[in-house]
């Protein structure tokens, strides 16, 4: 698509309503039903005040915050990436993506103090991936889809026709290489753009694919990084005199850019200081980092943005660290020892959390929240442990972050090492030190999904207002009284199911002897000194030895999945597999060393396979996801084909044409049951485990 295009249809806007939300929010959580939106369990606590009290979630969040859930997939919320408020109005702006793959992306109004329900009306449709929302310098509002920028009047009676299209024909979702390779969704075509004090535009244009990998032997720079129309960059386009982008006419040329620096794989978190760009001032980018299956490797990066300089993507990541599929490229030419002695290159100013995926970035200036005034807030939306959290950084008077010395900690959600250095290849690495303003996000079953904060803004309050998309939620963030909630756990089993599971194991010879052997040749001989010595006291008899193994295995979240060893983290560590680190470290060399460690291994992934008493039987390959249900029609989550489960009636006695199988189904669950007797899908989806 060369230009912004919409589509005809167009919703007519609904009644909005004052100040009854919070009425109606406490109404709805007043029924026996529980009352769950978007994944999360909705009590009868708000967050905020008067009209813009909202039903508070329950997020671990730094003591004096709450988040309220504005809205949710019930307001018809497909892919929200980007808000903004509207200047001198209590509205808001609201890009939904719809998707990826879509060309049908929307720019939403929202009403927060509408019902819940009523709260958008359709501003303009059939747009082809929205993404960025800035009020300009002209005070307007300035949206993107991939490959233009435009301003538009959200408040207009038919805002389709104030479109005024500023930037056009940049790289999009369908591109040809300089090869003349034609790729027909580009890898990152989402455009985030920011506008410095004098009215300059700063427009992220990601780079085509995750690493610019060829087959080998590459032996030539990346082509589509390079020249004047350079992808994995950040461009500069400069206004006329007057600081104000023109409308621009079909006649009208394409605004000439610059590329004002290169290496940058995805520059979707941008921040300037006001101050930018006097001399000094700090010019933020939150860089996404290649794929590597190490879930340590690499690290995301921020980078402090200086005009002709190369951030090394794809040739160099974390601080210098070559990449070796381009070891010709870095011997010879403009590249030569790019990532370690080229002054063309800059290292990241710090590292970010690896795959924590930076999508936002803003400096706070607001009078709610006094302490985090002219702090640097990051989302984080990876999925990995490392993600879904919003972390601060202090920063000094020209807006960097101020760095610590090695070692600085970062969490990792529900792991059994619950925090980890920085490191790079060389080892502990100094970084600027962050605390976290949302820090447990993760899945807990029954009360809230995995989060996954996209964009985030601060409104004219001081409050602040974020996106996620995973989850096709609007948040709010206001103050909040009191100490903070005492974090939820991460171990998603209840202990009436573990003392469930432990009585499996204690009611079958072999599985007792199964144990015995793992916790005697295992973990007492190679794992005691870690993981809290797992839970291990002396005295213990060897029945209670075993019982408090089982117990801790249980507990520790994606360890065991009983009836699918393959699904969990005990055999990916115990083996090296996969990206998960060797446990127990060093132990490389035990299937050689000692006799029977490898039959020991076979042992533990028999325990997990043998738990619970039933047929094992297998997802049936077919549709992605296979839906499993409650005794009732509620539907409880999706299991991917091939995942293993253990049927415990393959027909069930109270629903005909269903297999009931064991309760353990925690990856997939959406939050919405918690059937102590298990769950059920239909017959047909399952086959045999050969």
Known sequence: MNHLTFSRERQSLRPWAGALVALVSLASVASSEPVRRSGYAIGTEACGSADLAFPRLQIDMKAGFCAGLVASEEDRLK????????????????????GWGHSDGRLLLLDPRAPQGQRFRDLLTGVEYPFGLVIGPDKKLYASTAETIFRFDPLADNPRGTVETVIRHMPGRRITLPDGTRVDESAHPLKQFIFDKNGRLFVNVGSHSDDCITPSPITKPCAAAEGASAMASIWLFTPPAGGVFPALTPKDP??????YARGLRNSTALALHPNFPDAGYAFLQGENGRDLPDIFKPNEEINAIEQGKHYGWPYCYDLSTPSPEFRIVLQSGIYKSLCTANALYKAPFSLLPPHGAPLAMLYYHGAKFPELEG????????????????????????????????????????????????????????????????????????????????????????????????NQTVIRIDRAAGDAPPPLPCDM????????????????????????????????????????????????????????????????????????????????????????????????????????????LDTAD?????????????????????????????????????????????????????????????????????????????????VPVQ
């Open 493 to 600: 089993r209840s202990e009436a199911l573990i003392d469930q599971l432990a009585a499996f194991v204690a009611s079958d010879a072999q599985n007792s002897l199964r144990l015995t052997n793992l916790r005697k040749g295992l973990v007492e001989k190679h794992c005691v000194g870690c993981h809290s010595d797992f839970g291990l006291k002396p005295g213990q008899s060897d029945a209670q030895k075993d019982a408090t193994v089982l117990r801790f295995m249980l507990s520790q979240d994606g360890w065991i999945y009983p009836g699918d060893p393959d699904s969990g983290k005990l055999r990916s560590r115990l083996r090296g597999l996969g990206a998960e680190k060797l446990m127990p470290p060093g132990s490389e060399g035990l299937p050689k060393t000692e006799p029977g460690y490898t039959r020991l």
């Open 375 to 470: 702090k640097l807030l990051v989302g984080l939306h990876g999925y990995r442990p490392t993600g879904s959290r919003i972390i601060v950084y202090d920063v000094d008077d020209h807006g960097f972050p101020k760095p610590a010395p090695a070692p600085v900690r970062y969490h990792v959600s529900c792991a059994a090492d619950p925090t980890h250095s920085f490191q790079t290849e060389a080892g502990d690495v100094a970084a600027a030190a962050f605390e976290e303003l949302i820090a447990g996000w993760h899945r807990v079953n029954g009360v809230r999904p995995q989060g996954a904060p996209v964009g985030m803004t601060i409104a004219e309050d001081g409050a602040i207002w974020l996106v996620e998309d995973k």
């Open 606 to 686: 028999l325990l997990v396979a043998k738990m619970v008493p039933g047929l094992r039987m297998r997802i049936k390959p077919g549709p992605p996801q296979r839906k499993f249900f409650g005794k009732t029609t509620k539907e409880c989550g999706e299991i991917p084909a091939a995942k293993v489960v253990v049927v415990t009636q393959r027909n069930a006695v109270d629903k005909p044409g269903f297999s009931r199988f064991f309760r353990p189904a925690d990856p997939y669950l959406n939050g919405e049951c918690s059937d102590d007797d298990g769950y059920y899908i239909r017959q047909e989806f399952l």
């Open 254 to 259: 394409d605004p000439p850019h610059a590329v």
């Open 79 to 98: 892919f929200p990436r980007s808000i903004i408020q509207v200047p001198g109005r209590d509205l808001f702006v609201v890009a939904d993506m719809a």
